[in-house]
């Protein structure tokens, strides 16, 4: 077995990323996403590299299965069933205080009607301790109108359910009893054991919407790899940026929702340490969207809970900005103005340009015309543009505006880097972070293309593009760690903490972890834990979480001020002030346990190509400019290029701007510095 694979499903394109083991060569390459059969795609892009099956000794990819089940609203059909007298709690959902003084806004359709809540009797206090026994015989009733009515999942969700299990696994354990295996049933102290009512029932709905989709995902991969000979077991990328395998994804199908774009993320960790740059900026622009998120410290920017479509989530998910702004969003007029997204052409017909039925402009169309992409290299050569189709869809455009084709172009270009400019301060801002200090690592098929005039726009000086970027997403996912998390509530003030309370805490999830990592395969030299508290100030709302150092001593005398004084940081940080000495609050522990995987090492690309450039004209700041096409295999470390010029390659295509500079490191980076008295 030779050969670590690495896949990532997107909406346009479906990346694979190879490694022999023998050779040490990494190969990249992309199909086009086949969406009626995303296993379809699997395998199309795995021929095309032609590997046996049975070499293949490590395999991960990336879902966007339950994703697209949510986003296109044809997920499960789902019963919430919960305690008598808090039906309302899902369709009440909580007020978004992000956007109070918007008119226009509406919050989101539920996922499950009103009339699909069942309430059963049977309470627990505030404190855990049971108030009335769980109404069995309702439940059983409950089970009989699911089967009759043909849901397909059921939520159960009962109140304080955080603090003590029993009532949801019983009520769990009579409906599996009823129904079998054909009714996915979800308890919400399994998916969210936190508190918050509306919170931890929006989890165990979103689960029990998307999982079905993703079973039968999964089921369906697992089944064909075998019969094609794979003798490993296929993981699968979480929205936390850890690994899991299949078996697990499939028992808690909502830790894959992200699983696609934050293979990027942890590819930008890996990245960031090999670069020497704590901090990064990772954009990535596919053909339908358009994601941030943030590397700090060689860390990923990974928070307790999200949203995801308007509906929260608790659990770790890496901290994700997406736009609707990709190299196959489509251009219009609305108005007298000029729009672009988040509608997108997809992989089906595609842009103008594919020359496969497109006929709307959309941003690859504009960078056509532009003459930004090399019609003849696209896609490694596997795709030639239709340039002329391009041209056509732009001025069919562009004359509705009385504008000059070329123009309008450089508009639609413009208005989309203004769109993932502010994408990237909306993330940076919630940290209290400037742009600035952070290097802007682009990758995504049409990432590179529009890195320098997006560094420009948020004041970044500082491009790096990694090797294979239209399918870095997939490089990064062979760079992730198995990770799995826990979490407990654990409530007290800063003056009532009992440290030995906390200690025995720490030690049971420690234990929970370090288990949870062995099911996976992982061996007891490559298993990592580490634990942090959530914490806030009396009378806050929200929370921030601040790591236990490995081996601090919580009941040493010294912890409590020792916490106290990282939250303490930690606010001002995040907000700007803090408050010494002002009384805090412990809410839930959180634990997270790696499993150190072999990396790849990172060698450089060798020089596969000799000559001098291509010249021919680029359209920058409205003016036609000659500019050197390149190919990046031709490229050796410590090679030099000054704007304009254009780097092409098989994944995607790199645009150094005039009066930019790109240079080659040591690790096969392209490294592009703007001019200084731009970013001023």
């Not at 490694?19 to 296993?39: C, M, N, S």
């Not at 299990?165 to 009823?178: K, Q, S, T, V, Y």
Request: charged share 25%; net charge negative.
């Amino acid at each position: 077995m030779t050969y670590r694979v690495a896949m990532d499903i997107g909406g346009t394109f479906t990346d694979v990323v190879t490694y022999d083991e023998t050779t040490r060569e990494l190969r990249a390459g992309k199909v086009l996403t086949t969406p009626d059969d995303l296993a379809r795609g699997v395998f199309d892009a795995l021929e095309g590299f032609g590997l046996p099956f049975a070499d293949i000794g490590f395999f991960v990819h990336g879902t966007t299965q339950g994703l697209n089940a949510l986003l296109e609203r044809r997920g499960a059909r789902v019963l919430i069933l919960t305690t008598r007298g808090i039906g309302d709690v899902y369709q009440i959902a909580r007020g978004n205080r992000n956007r109070l003084f918007d008119l226009h806004y509406r919050k989101p359709e539920p996922l499950v009607p009103r009339n699909a809540v069942a309430e059963v009797g049977g309470r627990l206090t505030a404190e855990g301790t049971e108030l009335e026994p769980l109404d069995e015989d309702a439940v059983r009733l409950v089970a009989k109108r699911v089967r009759e009515e043909g849901f397909d999942a059921v939520a159960v969700c009962f109140l304080f359910a955080y603090l003590d299990g029993d009532h949801e696994r019983r009520a769990g354990r009579i409906l599996r009893e009823e129904l079998g295996d054909d009714v996915l049933v979800v308890l919400s102290h399994e998916v969210a054991p936190e508190w918050r009512e509306y919170e931890r029932t929006s989890t165990a709905v979103m689960e029990a919407y998307t999982g079905p989709s993703v079973h039968r995902y999964l089921d369906r991969i697992e089944a064909r790899f075998a019969e094609k000979g794979l003798s490993v077991p296929v993981h699968v990328m979480q929205s936390s940026g850890g690994l899991v395998n299949a078996g697990f994804a499939r028992r808690h199908p909502l830790q894959t929702l992200l699983s696609g774009p934050v293979g990027g993320t942890m590819g930008g960790v890996a990245a960031s340490r090999l670069l020497g740059r704590p901090d990064v900026i990772c954009i990535d622009m596919g053909g339908t969207s358009f994601d941030v998120s943030l590397v700090m410290d060689h860390q990923p920017d990974v928070t307790p809970d999200g949203e995801c479509e308007g509906f929260p989530l608790l659990m770790p998910l890496v901290n994700l900005h997406t736009v609707g702004a990709g190299g196959g969003s489509l251009a219009y007029a609305e108005g007298d103005g000029l729009r672009v997204g988040p509608e997108s052409a997809g992989a089906v017909p595609g842009p103008a340009c594919y020359g496969r039925g497109g006929t709307q402009a959309t941003v690859t169309d504009a960078n056509c015309v532009l003459g930004r992409v090399d019609p003849e290299s696209f896609a490694g050569g596997g795709m030639r543009l239709d340039t002329e189709a391009a041209h056509r869809a732009v001025a069919t455009l562009a004359a509705g505006f009385g504008m000059d084709p070329v123009e309008l172009a450089s508009g639609i270009c413009d208005v989309s880097n203004a769109k993932m400019a502010q994408a990237i301060r909306t993330l940076t801002v919630e940290h209290g972070r400037e742009p600035a200090q952070f290097a802007l690592l682009a990758f995504g098929g049409a990432g590179p293309m529009h890195a320098a005039f997006i560094a420009r726009e948020i004041g970044v000086r500082e491009v790096v593009v990694p090797r294979f970027p239209g399918a870095f997403s997939a490089w990064g996912m062979l760079e992730a760690d198995v990770r799995r998390d826990f979490t407990q509530q654990f409530f007290a003030t800063g003056q009532s903490l009992d440290t030995a309370a906390l200690a025995a805490a720490l030690n049971t999830l420690d234990e929970q972890a370090t288990e949870a990592l062995a099911e996976q395969g992982i061996p007891a030299e490559r298993r990592e834990v580490t634990h942090g508290l959530d914490m806030r100030y009396e009378s806050q709302d929200y929370t921030l979480t601040v790591p236990i150092l490995p081996g601090e001593d919580v009941t040493a005398p010294e912890f409590r001020a020792a916490i106290e004084d990282r939250f303490a940081r930690a606010h001002h940080q995040r907000y700007g002030h803090a408050t010494p000495g002002a009384p805090v609050q412990f809410v839930t522990i959180r634990t997270t346990g790696r499993g150190l995987v072999d990396r790849p090492p990172g060698e450089p690309p060798a020089v596969r190509e000799r000559g001098e450039p291509v010249v021919r004209d680029v359209v920058f700041d409205g003016a036609a400019v000659p500019t050197a096409i390149v190919a990046r295999s031709a490229l050796p470390a410590g090679a030099t290029l000054t704007g304009p010029a254009i780097v092409h390659e098989e994944t995607s295509t790199t645009v150094v701007p005039p009066g930019a500079v790109l240079r080659v490191d040591d690790h096969g980076f392209l490294i592009i510095t703007l001019d200084a008295e731009e970013q001023a």
